[in-house]
Nanobody
Framework: VQLQASGGGLVQAGDSLRLSCAAS????????MGWFRQAPGKDREFVAA????????YYADSVKGRFTISRDNAKNTVYLQMNSLKPEDTAVYYC???????????????????WGQGTLVTVSS
């Protein structure tokens, strides 16, 4: 699976942004899909994920109620709608995919085999 993330940019606090992650491959719907982010000088952290098959959605506490993960299996694309953005959301956002990760491990970046190149989101105050 190859992943291509896009949609990042410079926005102001309170604004919205939608990230996209386009995936290659015919079995996209069977993959768990996740979004992670990494701010300068910090470790990569979990943001949101779909479980395998796209049944369950999971979010980091820091983004619950503000971010929404969705997927379009016909387009092999997963989205991250980000609302009410804050300066602390500034980071490079990565999408990830894996066909075997279990639900309890969705927030662990090491569980994902495939990664996109990242897209930078900058939120100014």
């Amino acid at each position: 699976v190859q992943l291509q993330a896009s949609g990042g940019g410079l926005v102001q606090a309170g604004d919205s942004l939608r990230l996209s992650c386009a995936a290659s491959g015919r079995t996209f719907s069977t993959y768990a899909m996740g979004w992670f982010r990494q701010a300068p000088g910090k470790d990569r952290e979990f943001v949101a994920a779909f479980s395998r098959g796209g049944v369950g959605r999971y979010y980091a506490d820091s983004v619950k109620g503000r971010f929404t993960i969705s997927r379009d299996n016909a387009k092999n694309t997963v989205y991250l709608q980000m609302n009410s953005l804050k300066p602390e959301d500034t980071a490079v956002y990565y999408c990830a995919a894996d066909q075997r990760v279990i639900n309890s491990a969705l927030s662990y970046s090491a569980q994902y085999d495939y990664w996109g190149q990242g897209t930078l989101v900058t939120v100014s105050s």
